[in-house]
């Protein structure tokens, strides 16, 4: 490999992380260009622009520095830049001709868990649709999780990205394809960011917390691999497709405790099992009911300082919540075939509308 791209944001350009990788790249003989303006929720507009970039760069190798947006725009330039026309076809169903190329993921950040994930989610602003997409090409070739890169985040987005991982492992438990492996990542996912994720927010530069929330993140990365999300994210993606300016995680914290209450009172049968078995991971004594799990949740959320988050705050209105809860089915429908109590969209129309207060 002699040509690479790096693909990171702005603070870690102008604070001298990418420089650092930047130097092992050229100790070791690689010519590389930065791309340095990933924004939060990366859109295909954005992406096709540095597509068009690396093919005439001709890289070969990605390497991604930051959070889930450049990890998940890296993998999609890494398929787009070796096959032809834009990377959204590949999204609608395009076939993929050609192998993507390799991608050396660095997260900074604890909560997407995509390196090690094969999963990239891109956003269309033409469209409004806000979609994951992923094939095994996409998993990196190398990832390298060093928590000292994650002191720095300020303790709002530490439990934004740590609710995040909580949701990946929480759904992944609960999915259809659930199965021996993932229920194992996903249980001690849980169990860390209970215990460990609070401790991180209060003290971000408690290398612990952070090494423990980094490897729950991992976990909940190997979860997605191994299980799948529901449908609590087929309904976050709709919102933040519309509202790019909502954080991924804050999406999920505000759905949440109507999202997983709602799958209870629908047939708790169903679920109840597994949501006494996250209550206990959560660190919740004497479980004896299933709504322990939305108790245990509750006190995640307080105790990460999101108690009382509104989707009102960046903008939502509860007029919105049909054509959300339209959007949800029209663009990732297909994760609601793996929840564990069948839901419409009158429910998803109602959790969305109760979220939106």
Not at 95 to 103: C, G, M, R, Y
Not at 339 to 352: G, Y
Request: charged fraction near 20%; charge should be negative.
């Amino acid at each position: 490999i002699r040509r690479a791209l790096l693909v990171t944001d702005r603070f870690l350009y102008d604070s001298g992380a990418a420089a650092r990788v930047g130097q092992v790249l050229s100790d070791a003989g690689v010519e590389y260009a930065v791309y340095y303006n990933v924004q939060p929720n990366p859109t295909v507009q954005v992406v096709n622009d540095c597509i068009a970039a690396a093919r005439t760069l001709q890289v070969q190798l990605l390497v991604a520095l930051g959070g889930g947006s450049a990890i998940d725009s890296a993998k999609a330039i890494a398929l787009a830049a070796t096959n032809p026309g834009n990377y959204w076809e590949y999204v609608k169903g395009r076939e993929v001709e050609n192998a993507a190329l390799p991608i050396v993921a660095i997260p900074t950040t604890a909560g997407t868990g995509t390196e090690s994930d094969p999963w990239t989610v891109i956003t269309n602003l033409e469209t409004n649709e806000k979609i994951g997409f992923g094939i095994k090409q996409l998993f990196p070739t190398l990832s390298i999780v060093d928590p000292e890169l994650m002191v720095s985040v300020p303790a709002n987005l530490t439990a934004y990205q740590g609710m995040d991982a909580f949701f990946h492992s929480a759904e992944g438990y609960l999915a259809k394809v659930a199965q021996p492996l993932s229920d194992l990542f996903a249980l001690n996912s849980i169990r860390r960011i209970a215990k460990f994720l609070p401790e991180a927010v209060k003290d971000g530069n408690n290398l612990q917390a952070r090494e423990e929330m980094a490897w729950a993140s991992t976990q909940a990365g190997m979860v997605e691999s191994t299980s799948c999300c529901i449908s609590e994210h087929s309904m976050e993606h709709a919102l933040s497709a519309f509202y790019p300016g909502l954080p991924h995680g804050a999406g999920l914290v505000a759905l949440s405790v109507p999202y997983f209450t709602h799958l209870l009172k629908k047939d708790e049968k169903k679920v109840a099992p597994r949501y006494m078995d996250m209550a206990r991971a959560m660190g919740e004594e004497n479980v004896n009911s299933p709504s322990a799990f939305i108790t245990a949740l509750k006190k995640l959320i307080k105790n990460v300082g999101l108690e009382g988050l509104k989707l009102s705050d960046w903008g939502l209105r509860k007029d919105d919540a049909e054509k959300l809860a339209e959007n949800s089915f029209a663009a990732m429908g297909a994760l609601y075939m793996l929840d564990p109590v069948e839901l419409t969209r009158e429910d998803a129309c109602a959790i969305i509308s109760e979220a939106i207060q």
